[in-house]
């Protein structure tokens, strides 16, 4: 064992001696370059709260050069607040404090509950480790165990107003001790780990005491439970609180944090742009989900199929600015640069259907095929749709169907039916049609938006 590992291993360990059990201080770590700063996923979701929050991206990445350099003194934790001194690469001392919201005597009562109703909990609780399960447990119940956004309170005397360099470096310096110890965590929500001990056993031998007179009640010659009557039950239904209000939606997606490049410990070929790319376009993404799941009626609304891996790359291509990521995006999808810029001209007008009427050339069924020749038989040759005054002489526009596409011989348009019955409108641009406008359920309407001259 190594030097490092010795003190890590061993810098974590409680005095039982100590007078304060609502104090606890750690002593400062070496310096450890290349070294990462969480590994447990409690850990990871300590540091994505100061990510999250932090305005200027800069300043965080330079608390993470400065913890990495080993200027966070001695650690000071405390219900409520970390405290350290921080040194700046000149050597100049300052006073910081981040501050955390102490959980209530009603949040503590349900966490602990939560927590002595499953022996594993208690169990990995003393083994240093969280179960996500009570972290998800808890947070439904409304105690939210882990920081999230803004829950971080900077204080420092260099009197930044955000997180300065130096709270974020003890942030990530708490980040470690947080890997080790768990306990430090709830300690910041008001409770020493003593305490906490001994209050899960006592909750834990109540609810095994509970468990056994319960399963003593339906015993050999014991009197039988008479169960509950099914009106009573019934009736009580009603009584049940409504649900919560939807979530509201946020003013725009979240920024997903940057990735640390710094440490020269990425694995080799990694694409850094296009994975802080990915990560953007996902949060994207989500957002826009969520504001069609809170949508008037959207539980009305059928599902709409979702697109294939090959469409998902046209609409990522869409948003990518990066020459390098599109690049990347048309090659894994199997298209050169000119098809993926059509495709991405076809998402722009209808999504991923309107990419698979661009790509995909289907027979339609005889049922389909009947009412599009009717929805066309009832089209002028200039686009309006067709009177029962038009006279002998007014034709229906020429169009010779191939399978789902109908094109005019020897000229530049053509209409092309979707799966969904919507005529979309193509033009030709040298030896390829592109889509020129959104779908219509009228081939009119289609023909229309090819001869916007006309129709003006």
């Known amino acids: 064992m190594n030097t490092q590992d010795s003190y890590e291993r061993h810098s974590y360990e409680r005095d039982p001696y100590e007078r304060d059990p609502y104090e606890k201080t750690f002593p400062p770590f070496p310096p450890a370059p290349g070294r990462g700063f969480a590994h447990t996923w409690w850990g990871h979701a300590w540091l994505r709260a100061l990510e999250d929050s932090a305005i200027d991206g800069q300043q965080v990445k330079q608390g993470r050069r400065y913890a990495r350099s080993g200027a966070v003194g001695a650690v000071s934790v405390r219900p409520g607040g970390l405290t350290a001194v921080v040194r700046d690469p000149d050597g100049t001392a300052h006073r910081t404090d981040v501050l955390v919201q102490e959980f209530t005597e009603a949040e503590w009562d349900r966490l602990l509950g939560m927590a002595a109703a499953e022996s594993g909990h208690i169990a990995a609780l003393l083994d240093r480790e969280v179960p996500p399960e009570l972290a998800e447990d808890a947070a439904a119940a409304g105690v939210d165990l882990l920081p999230g956004i803004g829950d971080l309170d900077p204080r420092c005397d260099c009197e ?3 997180h300065c360099p130096h709270t974020a470096a003890l942030c990530y310096q708490v980040a470690r001790l947080l890997d080790e110890d768990p306990f430090v965590l709830l300690l910041l929500r008001g409770r020493a780990e003593a305490g906490l001990v001994a209050e899960l056993e006592e909750r834990s031998t109540a609810e095994a005491g509970g468990a056994e007179a319960e399963a003593g009640a ?27 209000p939807p979530a509201r939606l946020p003013d725009a997606p979240g920024q997903p944090p940057t990735l640390d490049t710094e440490s020269g410990t990425e694995p080799p070929g990694l694409d850094v742009d296009g994975v802080e790319f990915l990560a953007q376009a996902a949060a994207t993404q989500a957002y826009r989900l969520l504001a069609e799941a809170l949508a008037p009626a959207h539980a009305e609304r059928a599902p709409q199929p979702g697109p294939t891996l090959a469409q998902d790359a046209v609409r990522l291509t869409a948003q990518a600015h990066d020459l390098r990521v599109r690049s990347r995006l048309s090659a894994a999808s199997d298209r050169d640069r000119a098809a993926m810029d059509r495709a991405v ?15 995909e050339d289907w027979t339609p069924d005889r049922a389909s095929l009947a009412r599009a020749r009717a929805a066309l038989a009832a089209v002028r040759p200039d686009g309006a749709e067709a009177t029962t005054d038009a006279g002998p002489d007014v034709d229906a526009p020429v169009l010779r169907r191939i399978r789902s596409r109908w094109t005019e011989p020897g000229g530049d348009r053509q209409l092309r039916l979707g799966r969904d019955g919507r005529w979309w409108p193509y033009r030709r641009a040298a030896d390829h049609w592109l889509p020129a406008g959104p779908p219509s359920t009228d081939p009119a309407a289609a023909l229309a938006a090819l001869d916007p001259e006309e129709t003006a």
Request: net charge negative; aromatic share 6%.
């Open 218 to 244: 339906g015993s050999p010659g014991s009197a039988p439970d008479a169960g509950v009557p099914a009106a009573e039950v019934y009736a009580a239904a009603s009584a049940l609180p409504p649900l919560p």
């Open 160 to 162: 930044e107003w955000d």
């Open 345 to 359: 001209l076809a998402w722009g007008l209808g999504g991923a259907q309107a990419v698979a009427v661009l790509e």
